[in-house]
């Protein structure tokens, strides 16, 4: 299984950017995605997942209102638009895949099996 990340970027403040994240060779029929993000000298965190198939999303308390994850099937690519970002949301971001897991475990840095190589974010003042 390969996740490929793109779409980071240098961004003022106030403004927005859209991740993406294909995924190839994946062959198990049910599976849930994530983003996280670890800012320098910090620990990994969660940001936002979705279940591929009914398409139920979760989000972390930091971002929820500005960030919003999506995905398309037919290209096997998910997306994290980032709206309203601030300087704290500077950090490399990382999309994690897993066969389908329990709704309390999409937040869970561990629940994730498979991960792409991360995209920078950097969010100027």
């Known amino acids: 299984v390969q996740l490929q990340a793109s779409g980071g970027g240098l961004v003022q403040a106030g403004g927005s950017l859209r991740l993406s994240c294909v995924v190839s060779?994946?062959?198990?029929?049910?599976?849930?995605m994530g983003w996280f993000r670890q800012a320098p000298g910090k620990e990994r965190e969660f940001a936002a997942a979705?279940?591929?198939?009914?398409?139920?999303?979760v989000y972390a308390d930091s971002v929820k209102g500005r960030f919003t994850i999506s995905r398309d099937k037919s290209k096997t690519t998910v997306y994290l638009q980032m709206n309203s970002l601030e300087p704290d949301d500077t950090a490399v971001y990382y999309c994690?895949?897993?066969?389908?897991?329990?709704?309390?475990?999409?937040?869970?840095?561990?629940?994730?099996?498979?991960w792409g190589q991360g995209t920078l974010v950097t969010v100027s003042s």
């Open positions: 979705i279940r591929w198939s009914g398409g139920t999303t």
């Open positions: 994690a895949t897993t066969p389908r897991v329990a709704y309390s475990a999409l937040a869970t840095f561990s629940s994730y099996d498979y």
């Open positions: 060779g994946r062959s198990f029929r049910d599976w849930d």
